[in-house]
């Protein structure tokens, strides 16, 4: 079992930044790939960034390539995203995932074991 839990969400205006953090209970967080998705009012749950268990491979959504990178401390039992640049449009919820095991597609929420709770970034115009 693991627990995610998010911070450091909050309001900010348009081309400002953001780090959000996610701590992982658990002896294990080394050996989890990790995900940040968002979700914005009345849309679906979206992709934004993944990291390998080592760190040595990354993804991002088109949307947020070149403004956002994540990476992770395996030592703190923490994942990272920091936003840079943001947009209006990038307002949303966000959520940290973590999955044992990515079998083909680190953008697929349903690769992803467990979720935290969510922090909310605003981005205002």
């Known amino acids: 079992q693991v627990q995610l839990v998010e911070s450091g969400g909050g309001l900010v205006q348009a081309g400002g930044s953001l780090r959000l953090s996610c701590a992982a209970s658990?002896?294990?967080?080394?050996?989890?790939?990790m995900g940040w998705f968002r979700q914005a009012p009345g849309k679906e749950r979206e992709f934004v960034a993944a990291?390998?268990?080592?760190?040595?491979?990354?993804y991002y959504a088109d949307s947020v390539k070149g403004r956002f990178t994540i990476s992770r401390d395996n030592a703190k039992n923490t994942v990272y995203l920091q936003m840079n640049s943001l947009k209006p449009e990038d307002t949303a919820v966000y959520y940290c995932?973590?999955?044992?095991?990515?079998?083909?597609?680190?953008?697929?929420?349903?690769?992803?074991?467990?979720w935290g709770q969510g922090t909310q970034v605003t981005v205002s115009s």
């Open positions: 990291i390998s268990w080592s760190g040595g491979s990354t």
């Open positions: 995932a973590a999955a044992r095991l990515i079998d083909s597609d680190y953008r697929a929420a349903y690769e992803y074991d467990y």
């Open positions: 658990g002896r294990t967080f080394s050996s989890y790939a």
